[in-house]
């Protein structure tokens, strides 16, 4: 197959690199000339584990390329996908399609056979309706059909996830257009993935529901979360305890500073808009939203009443600012709040992450950039954990408390075991679990 991918962003240079090593030919264009330079010098923009090495051999063979001319791409290509951003809207949340609407124009001038024109974008329910009308209006001869696949990659793990996907959704009611897509996706079919064929707007609907049904288990953990702080309990074990009855599971349980991302804020708050423009208003999404929100503030005052609630002239060490591990995406970093609130609590904030520096620079201002999780903590007065990363799990928690101005630790994230912390000498607060502390 020869396909076309229309952005390359997180998304479009996964699946670009990805449908090529599966042996079709992909074209990734992008209108930003600087990244479409740097892709052909070899340098991949994100950080993504293994897609380095993965563009590099599909380049190599000649079945990857990435350009800058929209028409000469779709021209070649049995199938388009688009796969540009949908931000959200400033002002109002609505997701923000212009992106999407304007690569549907670009295709529409340079379809010159049947073509499949995919949406690989999270877009709101109808929206494949619109992109079908803008390219029958400008090409009224075009020999074309409008299909929904969203995509379901975590940042992170996005190359495992598209190679061994939980599902395949296809939204789709032309039967020439689904026999094309059972040629994409063949490779995976033949690895038993399901392949689940629906109409359109389901598979558009779909994604969305996907993505808030998951932010609703991690906002419903947190709220445990601060109960069982309260009440004396341990969230993880509840966790368990319910994550193993298989109507829950138990992934997406994991008690935290409160989801960030580029995905379930965006697409939670989108959903609601489509909610509230249909008169079907999605009130559990709306509250876990604002319990999300909520969350990240709460968080510093946590941090603060390890102090009796005063952080003025306090030095804290912030470990991880990206959203999550794996990843230097700080779109939505639940950090950000945080070290905002920290600073207007009057605390002295030193960060350190070992691959979101260059994103995190962008983001914060009096801040102290640090090269390692020990000069970070280096007189610091507490440790917070806000990002899991790997290297953060076995400090050298002997060295830490001889550093440090004073032995705290706030582990967001839960990767330390409480008494293995208080064993070498640190006053401890994870989430959820019962060990409050006051200096
Ligand atoms: C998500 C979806 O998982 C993916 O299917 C979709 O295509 C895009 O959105 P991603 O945003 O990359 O992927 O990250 P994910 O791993 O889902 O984590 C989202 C946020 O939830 C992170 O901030 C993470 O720290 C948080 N989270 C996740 C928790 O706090 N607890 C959990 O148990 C799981």
Redesign the pocket.
Known sequence: MRIAMIGAGYVGLVSGACFSDFGHHVTCVDTDQGKIDALNNGEIPIHEPGLDALVASNVKQGRLKFVTDVASAVGAAEVVFIAVGTPSRRGDGHADLSYVYAAALEIAKAIKKFTVVVNKSTVPVGSGDEVERIIREENPDAEFAVVSNP???????AIR?FKHPDRIVIGSSDQRAKDVMAEVYRPLHLNSSPIMYTDRRTAELT?YA??SF??T??AF??EIADLAEKVGANVQEVARGIGLDNRIGL??????????????PK?TLALIKTGQDYEAPLRIVETVVAVNDQRKRAMARKVAHAFGGNLRGKSIAILGVT??PN?DDMRD??SIPLITALQDMGAEVRVYDPVGMEQAKKVFENVTFCEGPYECARGCHAMVIVTEWEQFRALDLKEMAAIMACPVIIDLRNIYSPDEVTRNGFLYSGVGRPQAVAY
């Open positions: 995509e379901f990659l975590r940042e992170g793990a996830d994604k996907a993505n998951l932010a288990k991690v953990i947190n992934k997406f349980l994991h008690a935290g500073p409160g989801y960030g991302g580029s995905c379930f697409d959203f999550k990843t970093a639940p």
